[in-house]
C-alpha cells in the first residue's frame, strides 16, 4: 500500500463545476503540499499546509492531521486549469502521491 | 528574481554511459533537492542537499550521486545507465530546508537506448 494515496485519478468536468482531489497518507508528517504539473513536465507549488485551511484566488486547500486526509478545493473550474494534480507529505523527505489528472471541458 | 534553471532540457545517452545534469537555484536559496519522474514510479525523491552537504538521500542505488558547490549550484550524475534511468530528473530549491515552499526546474528529460 503507497504511503500517499490520492482519488480520484482522473477527473473530468465541465466548466464552473466545484472540483474536489483527496489526499490521505499513513506516516506522521510535518506538512503536506500541493502541486501542479501541467504537461511538458513544469511543476508548480500551489501550497504547503501543516494545519487549517489555505486559499488562493480559486484553490482552497485544508488539512486534518487527526485524520491524515488532505483536500483541494477548485471554485469554478475552468479550462485552464486542467493538469495533473500532486500531494506531497513530507517526512524526512518528499512522499509522493501518483497525481489525479484533471480536464475541464468548456 | 530568476526561476530554477536545469541544463541540459534534453538528453539521449546509450547504455552504459555517464550523465551530469545541473541545477540553478533561485538565488539566495540554499537547498536544492533531486527528484526522478516515471510513468510506472511516478515521482521519487532522490536527495537534497543543503551549504554543500547531502541532508537526506532516496532509496536509489549507488550510481545516483550528487554534489553542491558553495554558490548552492547543484549537479546529479548517474553512472553506468540503464534502460529504467530513463525519466524526467527534476530539481527543486528552497530558502532553507524542503520544509520551506520548494520552487521547481522545468526539468531534464533523459532518454536512455
Known amino acids: 500500500k503507497n504511503e500517499v494515496e490520492q482519488s480520484p485519478q482522473n477527473l473530468t468536468a465541465q466548466e464552473g463545476e466545484f472540483i474536489t482531489i483527496n489526499c490521505s497518507y499513513s506516516?506522521?508528517?510535518?506538512?503536506l503540499h500541493w502541486l501542479q504539473q501541467h504537461p511538458g513536465g513544469g511543476i508548480v507549488s500551489l501550497f504547503m499546509?501543516?494545519?487549517g485551511k489555505k486559499k488562493h484566488g480559486r484553490l482552497i486547500a485544508t488539512i486534518n492531521i487527526q485524520e491524515k486526509h488532505s483536500s483541494l478545493h477548485i471554485t469554478a473550474s475552468h479550462p485552464r486549469d486542467s493538469a495533473v494534480y500532486i500531494c506531497?507529505?513530507?517526512?524526512?523527505?518528499?512522499?509522493f502521491g501518483t497525481g489525479t489528472r484533471l480536464q475541464v471541458f468548456p | 528574481k530568476a526561476g530554477v534553471t536545469q541544463t541540459p532540457r534534453y538528453l539521449i545517452k546509450t547504455r552504459g554511459q555517464q550523465v551530469t545534469l545541473s541545477c540553478s537555484p533561485i538565488?539566495?536559496?540554499?537547498?536544492v533537492s533531486w527528484y526522478q519522474q516515471t510513468p510506472g514510479q511516478g515521482l521519487q525523491f532522490l536527495f537534497e542537499?543543503?551549504?554543500?552537504?547531502?541532508?537526506n538521500k532516496g532509496n536509489f542505488p549507488g550510481r545516483f550521486s550528487g554534489r553542491q558547490f558553495s554558490n548552492s549550484r547543484s549537479e546529479m550524475n548517474v553512472s553506468t545507465l540503464e534502460l529504467g534511468d530513463s525519466a524526467l530528473y527534476l530539481c527543486?530549491?528552497?530558502?532553507?530546508?524542503?520544509?520551506?515552499?520548494?520552487?521547481f526546474g522545468p526539468g531534464t528529460r533523459l532518454t536512455v537506448l
Open positions: 527543486a530549491s528552497s530558502e532553507g530546508s524542503t520544509y520551506n515552499e520548494q520552487f
Open positions: 506516516v506522521g508528517i510535518s506538512a
Open positions: 499546509l501543516s494545519s
Open positions: 506531497a507529505v513530507h517526512t524526512d523527505k518528499l512522499i
Open positions: 538565488s539566495g536559496h540554499r537547498s
Open positions: 542537499y543543503f551549504s554543500e552537504t547531502q541532508r
